[in-house]
């Protein structure tokens, strides 16, 4: 019973957290540990990548270098609705570098424990 209760707390907790998050003018969900100058990419990124599919899509998507985001992107920013100029394309680019790069260093800590 106690665990259900905690479980159910836990999620309750996470919605409240995703709905209230973010700072004024950047929408969604801020990643937690995003830096402040990463703010305003991840704006873009949430605003631009959520037209078409939830950013869960892209943040989830085991893309794991450079290139495959590159590739991407560029094939997203065709899609008519997407909205993504290439200056866009900059912005959302560096966000996913990022979190690329802290994908790496938080599985490389995680093996060597």
Do not use: N
């Not at 990463?38 to 892209?58: E, M, T, V």
């Not at 609705?81 to 290439?86: V, Y």
């Not at 959302?92 to 060597?112: D, W």
């Amino acid at each position: 019973m106690k665990t259900r209760l905690a479980a159910l707390l836990l999620a309750l907790a996470t919605v409240v957290v995703v709905s209230c998050s973010g700072k004024p003018g950047h929408p969604g969900l801020l990643v937690t540990g995003d830096p402040p100058e990463l703010y305003a990419d991840y704006a873009i990124f949430a605003r631009r990548c959520s037209k078409c599919h939830g950013l869960s899509r892209a943040l989830d998507s085991g893309f794991d270098t450079d290139a495959k985001w590159i590739a991407y992107v560029t094939r997203m920013r065709r899609q008519p609705a997407s909205g993504i100029t290439e200056t866009d394309a900059v912005a959302i680019l560096r966000y996913l570098h990022v979190r690329v790069r802290r994908q790496r260093e938080a599985k490389a800590a995680e093996e060597t424990k």
